[in-house]
């Protein structure tokens, strides 16, 4: 009698993952890369600086970096960070527990988008939204860091959910569409209202949904909500400290000056870097788009629709093209794409399964390759690179690091070979590639990253070389980086050349070159220290002192 053939190797859980299984799925994109590693070079060391001056100073209204007033960006998102940093600082360092913030700030993001593409499109969509948007590239390393835009854009998220609301639930919808705006604020400052205000009032022009007494009755809603909290900080800062309030108003509309002709090129530079930052989101919204090309006007394509294209326009009007200015463009583009993970042809479908398939179990044989090239010596030749990039780094075997990395490798592989058919397979696949590899990098790769991004040896050798007693320091040159790190490890403060009391310093610290020294006015001193950071062939840093 001849054997029954074995069944094919199914998958436990149906796809998309959804419930408990869906939530743990955005864990284990979000919490990589949250903790293990200290503050680095960038905005993750500079905003991490801001959290603790209001943590070692106390200035939570005021904001402070390293001493000086700090008025880049309202201090909401720091103050979710300094509190999330006195929550958890018994469990872990105070860098990590403030980075925690980012990762909350990204998970009301993706529930955001979930929740509006929900109400425009079904629970389906709500999952292919959310995979879409954890498999965004741009998203990956903003929201793994201390970084005030991921509260902008978790406020943005936050708004379209309550524009979904809007026509059958005017209160609770209202209320949400307010506290996204004026968190948004108090996030971003005049970039969130310059954003988000014109798409609350030209919405209704285009969308009847939205020109209703229920949906005119949520927007006063909105707006009583929104109010106070813009409100609420700048008229606090008015009130105490009327100099920084003018100072802080003075920047924000610098910032927000108009060049007429530079607006086109602008437009262009934005959508140059989507190409890359919103992939897959943008590839899957314009196949929504000639999907539904007949159907523009219903309210799951028209509202994102429409809302990218204000939002498009006010930040190529009023923002420069970057990488941070581009998160607000995000959410639209994952609800526009929401729909395409469950309408795409099979052919195009596979294609993406397998494209997303084919890239990440690539990469994550390059990224083990690379681990034990560090560990153990071999293939020489990529030994030999790493070590050429990071002089002084020696990797050393993490059993539960390997561990995880197992874990994750098993759970790819089952996932590619056991995964049964189904609409967003290939959106699946690539968020969890996304997953796997970011996760792949922070554990295996993470102490190589760490050993040339991070400040703290250089900041130690620092207070190290400091002598007793030797009261204030002047600094030139130095970077909201380096003063941010060097206050938090070393707890050196400086001050300006041209600020008070600087020409009582016996202390001067520079940061300069290689081949160029910068040297402090005025004669007798001399250098007591220098030192830089291993991977940097350029930036050195000399402390001088005088009797």
């Given amino acids: ?44 060391a500079t905003h991490f600086g801001v959290v603790y001056s209001m943590l070692d100073g106390g200035h939570w209204l005021l904001p402070r970096l390293a001493g000086e007033i700090w008025l880049d960006s309202p201090p909401f998102y720091h103050w979710v960070a300094a509190l999330l940093a006195k929550v958890f600082g018994f469990l872990l ?36 939204a959310v995979l879409v948007a954890i498999g965004c ?35 609770r919808g209202g209320a949400i569409v307010g506290a996204g705006l004026g968190f948004g604020f108090l996030a971003a400052g005049l970039p969130a209202l310059i954003t ?56 924000e509309l610098a910032e927000l000056a108009v060049k007429v002709t530079e607006v086109p090129l602008a437009a262009w ?19 929504t788009l000639w999907k539904e090309r007949r159907r523009l006007r219903e309210p799951r394509i028209l509202i994102p629709l429409f809302a990218f294209i204000v939002q498009l326009g006010t930040q190529s009007v009023f923002l420069e093209p ?56 071999t293939p020489y030749r990529i030994a030999r690179n790493f070590a050429r990039i990071e ?78 007693n030797a009261g204030c320091i002047v600094g030139r040159g130095l970077s909201d980086t380096h003063r941010a790190t060097f206050h938090y490890f070393a707890g050196v403060v400086t001050l300006r050349e041209a600020g008070r009391g600087a020409a009582s310093c016996r202390l001067f610290l520079a940061q300069g070159t290689t081949q160029k020294e910068f040297l402090p006015t005025g004669g007798g001193w001399r250098k007591i220290w220098e030192d830089h950071r291993p991977n940097d062939r350029n930036e050195r840093f000399r402390l001088y002192m005088k009797p």
């Avoid at 199914?10 to 293990?36: D, W």
Wanted: aromatic share 12%; hydrophobic share 55%.
């Fill in 137 to 171: 590239l741009g998203l990956l390393v903003h929201v793994h860091e201390v970084q005030p835009a991921t509260a902008f854009l978790a406020a943005t998220a936050t708004l379209y959910y309550g524009l979904a609301l809007l026509a059958q639930q005017s209160l």
């Fill in 269 to 287: 530079s934005y959508l140059k870097l989507l190409s890359w930052f919103a992939w897959p989101a943008l590839p899957l919204a314009l196949w």
């Fill in 1 to 44: 009698m001849m054997p029954l053939p074995r069944p094919p190797i199914t998958f436990p859980i149906t796809l998309p993952p959804r419930g408990v299984m869906l939530v743990a799925f955005c864990f284990l994109y979000l919490l990589p890369g949250l903790v293990g590693h200290d503050p680095w070079k960038g905005d993750d």
């Fill in 391 to 468: 002089p002084g780094f020696i990797a050393q075997f993490s059993l539960p690091a390997f561990a995880a990395s197992v874990a994750l490798t098993l759970a790819w592989l089952w996932l590619v070979f056991g995964s049964p058919r189904a609409p967003q397979r290939g959106t699946v696949h690539w968020a969890a590639g996304v997953t796997l590899c970011w996760g792949l990098m922070m554990a295996l790769w993470l102490p190589w990253i760490d050993h040339g991004r991070s400040y703290r040896p250089v900041a130690l050798s620092l207070k190290n070389a400091l002598p007793v």
């Fill in 93 to 128: 360092p105070l860098h990590d527990a403030a980075r925690l913030a980012s990762g909350l700030f990204a998970g009301i993001m993706l529930a955001g988008v979930a929740g509006a593409a929900r109400r425009l499109g079904g629970n389906e969509a709500a999952r292919g």
């Fill in 196 to 251: 988000l205000v014109p798409l609350l009032v030209l919405l209704p022009l285009v969308s009847s949904q939205l020109r209703t007494r229920n949906a005119a009755r949520g927007m006063l809603v909105a707006l009583a909500v929104a109010a106070p909290l813009i409100l609420s900080w700048p008229l606090a800062l008015y009130w105490t400290h009327t100099a920084a309030f003018g100072i802080w108003w003075s920047r």
């Fill in 322 to 377: 970057r990488g941070i200015n581009v998160l607000p463009l995000l959410p639209p583009l994952v609800l526009l794409a929401a729909p395409a993970t469950l309408t795409l042809r099979r052919g195009a479908a596979n294609a993406f399964d397998w494209f997303g398939m084919m890239t990440f179990t690539l990469l994550a044989g390059l990224i083990w390759l690379g681990w034990t090239a560090m560990v153990s010596g």
